[in-house]
């Protein structure tokens, strides 16, 4: 019978600390700010994650995704200058903390692959707030920084992530 018990503990244990890791993926939209909005306008995406529970408050794990940031046209005074659009892939550490049921604050730290020309790649950081709006769905707004070479391309995020 204490066998039992013991297993059947365990057993709640585990499914309780699973609840909070697990593969999460998403989409979404940004604003390219600083040096990047001179050579773009628009930026869209899609998220995955994979996090592990490190204690019931704080998850760790992996992060990953891709985003394009769509061409912009500079008019001067001879005429235009068109930019290519720009495309990343991140591939980082990612840690969130559980600052309520609903509400979590986290960062993602890595590189980013730069994979249309003339794009080198670079650190990759990603401080990021998210608000649950349902049991399996995370809304959450971000910053976005890649150090490439001669600036920061930067973007402000709005995400949306479901737990798969």
């Given at each position: 019978?204490?066998?039992?018990?013991l297993i059947a503990s365990f057993a709640a244990f585990a499914l309780g600390v699973?609840?909070?890791?697990?593969?999460?993926a998403g989409i979404n939209v940004g604003?390219?700010?600083?040096?990047?909005s001179e050579v773009a306008g628009f930026s869209f995406g899609i998220d995955a994650l994979y996090?592990?529970?490190?204690?019931?408050?704080?998850?760790a794990g992996i992060a990953t995704g891709f985003t394009i940031a769509l061409e912009n046209t500079i008019d001067i005074f001879f005429g235009s200058i068109e930019f290519g659009n720009s495309q990343f892939l991140p591939i980082a550490a990612s840690g969130r903390y559980m600052a309520s049921d609903v509400f979590?604050?986290?960062?993602?730290l890595g590189y980013a692959?730069?994979?249309?020309d003339g794009d080198d790649g670079g650190f990759y950081y990603r401080p990021i707030a998210g608000y649950a709006i349902a049991e399996n769905a995370e809304l959450n707004l971000s910053y976005t920084g890649i150090s490439v070479d001669g600036g920061t391309w930067s973007t402000i995020v709005l995400g949306i992530l479901f737990a798969l």
């Open positions: 019978m204490k066998k039992l018990v699973s609840a909070q890791e697990g593969l999460r604003l390219p700010i600083g040096d990047a996090h592990w529970a490190v204690t019931e408050e704080f998850n979590r604050v986290g960062i993602d692959i730069g994979i249309s």
